[in-house]
C-alpha cells in the first residue's frame, strides 16, 4: 500500500521531470493539463460534442510537436496522464455533473468552453 502511494505522489514529478529538457513538450504538457478538466467535465455533462472539439484542438496541439512514432505514443501518455490528473483532481465535481447533466452548471461550462475556443485560447 505504501508503495502504491508513493507512486501516485511522484507520478506529477515524473511526468514534469520528462518534458523538463524539451519545451516544446512542456508547453504541450501544460496546455494539456488546462484541457483536460474541462475535456472531463464536458464528457461527465453528456456534451460529447463540445469535448470533441476540445480533443480536436488537443490534437492539433500535438501535431504541433509530432515527428516520429515515438512522439505520438509521448504525445498520447501525456494525454492520458493529463485526463488522469484531471479526473482525480476533480473527482467530486465529476460525479456531481454526471448525475445531474442537464444543470445550468453545465450548459455555462459548455458556453464558457465554446467562448474560449473562439477566443483561440
Given amino acids: 500500500m505504501r508503495t502504491l502511494i508513493l507512486v501516485l505522489l ?5 511526468a514534469l521531470a520528462q518534458f523538463e529538457d524539451n519545451p516544446q513538450q512542456q508547453t504541450l504538457w ?8 474541462s475535456y472531463e467535465m464536458l464528457l461527465a455533462c453528456e456534451r460529447d460534442v463540445t469535448a470533441d472539439i476540445v480533443f480536436d484542438t488537443v490534437k492539433e496541439m500535438m501535431s504541433l510537436i509530432v515527428q516520429s512514432n515515438s512522439d505520438i ?3 498520447f501518455e501525456m494525454w492520458s496522464r493529463a485526463r488522469s490528473n484531471a479526473a ?6 465529476l460525479r456531481g455533473m454526471e448525475q445531474n ?3 445550468p452548471v453545465c450548459d455555462e461550462l459548455e ?11
Fill in 101 to 103: 447533466p442537464n444543470s
Fill in 111 to 121: 458556453n464558457n468552453v465554446i467562448q474560449a475556443m473562439n477566443r483561440g485560447i
Fill in 10 to 14: 511522484l507520478l506529477p514529478a515524473t
Fill in 88 to 93: 482525480i483532481e476533480y473527482f467530486e465535481t
Fill in 30 to 37: 501544460d496546455s494539456m493539463n488546462n484541457a483536460a478538466p
Fill in 73 to 75: 505514443e509521448i504525445a
